[in-house]
């Protein structure tokens, strides 16, 4: 009855946003479309042959990206802007879809509780949860949405296809730049095919628009969008004739490095600095996630070579830090937008999942805890009627130190749940491994 209840749940969220946006397009005028006419004019002035970073629908909504999303959108300038942008508000929809479907199975199997019907229902749940999120990003005809999946594809191949995982994580780094804290991890977890993968797939994926633009036009375009980044360490745009991003702290921000530029810039503190001390913050959390290893009898650092991460109590622990990769590229960012806390999804999946997997020694009510305070720090309630509220929860930066907070209880949740999987599934290999601390190094139990 559950999975029942899940799949029509599921088919009612999904069926509800592509009717309502369906209908929020057609009735009105152009500014119904979020942010799709500024993807759709840079596709225009790509396939005409003009500077792409010229293309928006007014000075504060210019193209501002690496150009390879221009290039995919090439082909929607076929039609008309607003058919373009109902397709992309489809495939927009079939991609969220996809990763809380692929992703609630990834890691459950990754959990060892993978069923039918419970993947139906954590699909079900985590959709719940994000909510607010994934209709915010259908509005704005984002492309956040891409990202989401392809965090949730290289997760799923992670084991299996290091080739998809490279050529996903590459795509998304050629869309926003978020998916760069994955390549520290696969260096630290030695997963060197997936990293060279990467690697190789980053320089297709920049170079593939020259298929359209020219080869000198395209490297024009990765120099322009690389040079705006340097806004962050003090360099004006205007000096490498770099795109206006964001500075790092904007209103709009809701990550803890933009709070904490809101709150130390006026006080003389420069974006480097404040990027130092959100640094520090950063390894405060390590050090409490350090903790949680060591309480739980797990490594941090001495795990075996790619292949045998396979195993128990790895394979799980591969689930919580790729949930823990989403919740740093999002918290500590130099510019998070509301409407990219929709990649958090995956925070919500694990969430999910732990709340409906039966395990002697699970902590459900810190994952609860944990996706609830993520769920009320995203939609900031009491917000709309209270203007205090408003400017605390942006300010502030609530959100931020919500999803992180939060995420720190799910992963404790998490390991108490790969800690029994370790110590009741095979008690004679993993158990015995984990109390003598052997993972690094080779052992016959491994």
């Not at 300010?395 to 995420?407: C, D, K, R």
Request: hydrophobic content about 55%.
């Amino acid at each position: 009855m559950l999975r029942w209840i899940a799949i029509a749940g599921l088919a009612a969220i999904f069926g509800y946003f592509l009717i309502y946006h369906l209908l929020h397009q057609t009735k009105g005028d152009r500014s119904r479309l979020g942010d799709f006419p500024t993807f759709y004019i840079a596709a225009q002035y790509a396939v005409a042959h003009r500077d792409i970073y010229t293309a928006g629908t007014s000075p504060a909504m210019m193209y501002v990206y690496p150009p390879l999303i221009a290039f995919v959108y090439s082909p929607l300038t076929l039609v008309s802007e607003r058919h373009a942008a109902q397709i992309s508000l489809v495939l927009n929809t079939l991609m969220l879809f996809g990763s809380v479907k692929l992703g609630a199975r990834a890691i459950l199997r990754r959990l060892d509780a993978h069923s039918p019907d419970r993947e139906w229902v954590v699909a079900f749940l985590a959709s719940l949860f994000g909510l607010n999120e994934m209709r915010a990003v259908l509005t704005m005809g984002e492309t956040d949405a891409i990202m989401l999946f392809m965090f949730v594809l290289a997760l799923y191949w992670l084991d299996r296809r290091p080739a998809v995982v490279g050529m996903a994580l590459a795509l998304a780094l050629n869309i926003k730049y978020l998916p760069v804290v994955a390549l520290p991890w696969l260096i630290l977890r030695r997963r060197w095919a997936a990293l060279a993968w990467t690697a190789v797939g980053t320089v297709f994926f920049a170079l593939l628009p020259a298929v359209l633009l020219g080869w000198h036009e395209d490297l024009r375009c990765l120099r322009v969008a690389l040079a705006g980044l340097l806004k962050w360490v003090g360099i004006a745009p205007e000096v490498l004739h770099g795109i206006k991003v964001h500075n790092i702290g904007d209103g709009l921000s809701v990550s803890i490095t933009s709070v904490l530029a809101r709150v130390l810039g006026p006080h003389g503190f420069s974006n480097t600095s404040v990027m130092a001390l959100a640094a520090v913050v950063g390894l405060l959390a390590l050090a409490v996630v350090a903790g949680m290893y060591s309480a739980n009898r797990f490594p941090m650092l001495q795990w075996p070579d790619a292949k045998r991460q396979s195993a128990q109590p790895f394979k799980g622990l591969v689930a919580l830090e790729w949930a823990g990769l989403v919740t740093v590229a999002l918290t500590f960012s130099p510019d998070t937008n509301t409407r990219h806390l929709v990649i958090a999804t995956l925070v919500n999946t694990l969430a999910a999942a732990l709340l409906v997997t039966p395990r002697p020694g699970l902590r459900r009510g810190a994952a609860l805890a944990g996706v609830l305070l993520i769920f009320l720090s995203f939609i900031m309630p009491g917000a709309r009627a209270w203007k205090a509220a408003h400017f605390y929860y942006f300010n502030y930066s609530v959100p931020g130190w919500g999803l992180l907070a939060g995420y720190l209880l799910i992963l404790w949740a998490g390991l108490k749940s790969v800690a029994a999987i370790s110590d009741g599934s095979h008690p004679e290999e993993i158990g015995d491994v984990r109390r003598s601390r052997t993972y690094g190094r080779p052992s016959s139990a491994l």
